[in-house]
Each structure stands twice: as structure tokens, then as C-alpha cells.
């Protein structure tokens, strides 16, 4: 998976300069790796709690 990324990453236009005609893409490409990064976590605590009781207990 890191391989194809990176292979993906180099492929795409990113800039930080939104004014860019090309800087959707590269957003879109951001907001695509953030949203399964957020999904691998929400998977890998099988929908628990984010923080446990006895975190919250004191």
C-alpha cells in the first residue's frame, strides 16, 4: 500500500497555492487518503469508544 501511494503521490499535482487551476485535484487526493486514514482508525477500534471508562473516571 505505501508503494502504491507514494507511486500515486508523485503522480499528482499538490500545491499549497489554491489558486492553481490544478489545486482540486490535489485536494481531492488529500481529503481521499485523510477520509481512509480516519476510516482505518474508526475500523481498527472495532466502533468503541474513543476514550475508555476508566479514562473518564478520574
Same mark, same amino acid.
Given at each position: 500500500? !505505501?508503494? %502504491?501511494?507514494?507511486?500515486?503521490? /508523485?503522480?499528482? !499535482?499538490?500545491?499549497?497555492?489554491?489558486?492553481?487551476?490544478?489545486?482540486? %485535484? /490535489?485536494?481531492?487526493? +488529500?481529503?481521499?487518503?485523510?477520509?481512509?486514514? +480516519?476510516?482505518?482508525?474508526?475500523a481498527a477500534r472495532s466502533?468503541? !469508544?474513543?476514550?475508555g471508562a476508566e479514562a473518564?473516571?478520574?
Amino acid at each position: 500500500m !505505501p508503494a %502504491c501511494g507514494h507511486a500515486v503521490s /508523485g503522480s499528482l !499535482p499538490l500545491t499549497l497555492d489554491l489558486s492553481a487551476w490544478y489545486a482540486g %485535484c /490535489g485536494a481531492f487526493f +488529500v481529503l481521499v487518503v485523510l477520509a481512509l486514514a +480516519v476510516w482505518g482508525f474508526w475500523a481498527a477500534r472495532s466502533g468503541g !469508544p474513543l476514550v475508555g471508562a476508566e479514562a473518564l473516571d478520574g
